[in-house]
């Protein structure tokens, strides 16, 4: 890592380092609400976007400029990566990412192998050498991933779930094959991650986007010793911020998890993770995306609050989950330069 990225505001604060004042990013900035976006994303599909490294480093870079935010984050998506695993995924128009021959009977797990070479995902880490050659030199880039169990539940499910029965189903009444299922996306999980630090990510975030629909004692049997593996294989590497959504009940065993830095949603209190963790971890998050629709005087007041409850070690500011597609775009860039102007928190 260059002095000026092993420097720059966000590494020092993942770190837990002093900062003139507390980075941001925004999670899925470049998104829907964004015309830049739009204007690329309406001339191919969502899978052509995530594919092409150079329209997928275009919307990257321009919604780091944009925003003036202080890192970017690699525009890709979660589930690619089951493909060289054998699922057939597609994105349907207004439906989402849909795989058309999910895992619902065990004996099927054997037939989703681990992914055979990470050369299968080349045009991520293409897009992540074209991103870093042109990002500003004190700007960050972060690679992502899903978790085990986010990622198993879409192969089981096939989709989106309301109750995840099907997923529930098979980790109860079947271990054997959900272990087998976890172990294989683990090893795909880690060697992936690690292939975008080598390409050049300075940073990684894993998203457990659909684990909240457990309880704490499922969470620890089914998930913890996977997504633990996962993150002490890769942060070796390069930090890993690991981001639960869904459920307070589980903040414990995702700090268990591991991270050196603990995303949190907008249904935690950022004061109480801070005392929770002390200062022995960087907190990123967590305002309600929601909060974006109201008054700017609400939103300063949260902000303000979020930026006070992340004191006592390192924060970087995040809402707590993706921008949705109705916000506006200045509303954005006013937080952005809100959470700048605030100054340092310590």
């Not at 022995?280 to 629709?293: E, I, M």
């Amino acid at each position: 890592m260059t002095p000026e990225l092993f420097q720059s505001r966000f590494m020092r604060a993942v770190r837990g380092e002093p900062v003139d004042t507390t980075p941001v990013w925004i999670m899925r900035q470049a998104g829907r609400y964004m015309p830049e976006y739009m204007a690329v994303r309406s001339k191919v599909t969502f899978m052509d976007l995530c594919k092409r490294p150079e329209l997928a480093a275009e919307v990257t870079l321009t919604a780091q400029s944009v925003l003036g935010v202080d890192a970017a984050i690699l525009f890709a998506d979660l589930l690619p990566i089951l493909e060289p695993m054998g699922l057939d995924l597609e994105y349907q128009q207004g439906e989402g990412p849909v795989i058309h021959n999910p895992l619902r009977d065990a004996r099927e797990i054997d037939r989703i192998q681990a992914v055979p070479s990470v050369n299968d995902l080349g045009y991520v880490f293409e897009a992540v050498k074209l991103i870093r050659a042109q990002l500003p030199k004190d700007i960050p880039l972060l690679g992502f991933g899903g978790c085990p169990f986010t990622l198993a539940s879409y192969a089981i499910e096939g989709g989106g779930s309301k109750n995840y029965t099907h997923t529930k189903r098979m980790m109860y009444s079947h271990p054997t094959e959900w272990k087998l299922l976890m172990e294989r996306l683990v090893d795909s999980l880690v060697r992936y991650l690690i292939a975008q630090i080598e390409a050049g990510v300075q940073a990684v975030q894993v998203f457990d986007s659909w684990v909240g629909c457990l309880c704490p004692e499922d969470y620890r049997q089914y998930v913890l010793p996977y997504t633990k593996s996962l993150i002490s294989q890769v942060e070796p590497h390069a930090p890993v911020i690991s981001f639960l959504t869904g459920n307070p009940a589980l903040l414990k065993d995702q700090i268990t998890a591991g991270g050196q830095v603990i995303g949190v949603d907008w249904r935690s209190d950022l004061a109480e993770v801070r005392q929770l963790v002390g200062a022995s971890k960087a907190l990123q998050g967590n305002l309600d995306p929601v909060t974006l629709f109201g008054d700017w005087s609400l939103v300063e007041q949260r902000t303000r609050q979020i930026l006070k409850a992340g004191r006592g070690g390192g924060h970087i500011f995040n809402l707590g989950h993706g921008v949705l597609p109705e916000t506006s775009v200045d509303m954005v860039k006013q937080l952005v330069k809100l959470v700048h102007d605030c100054g340092p928190q310590h």
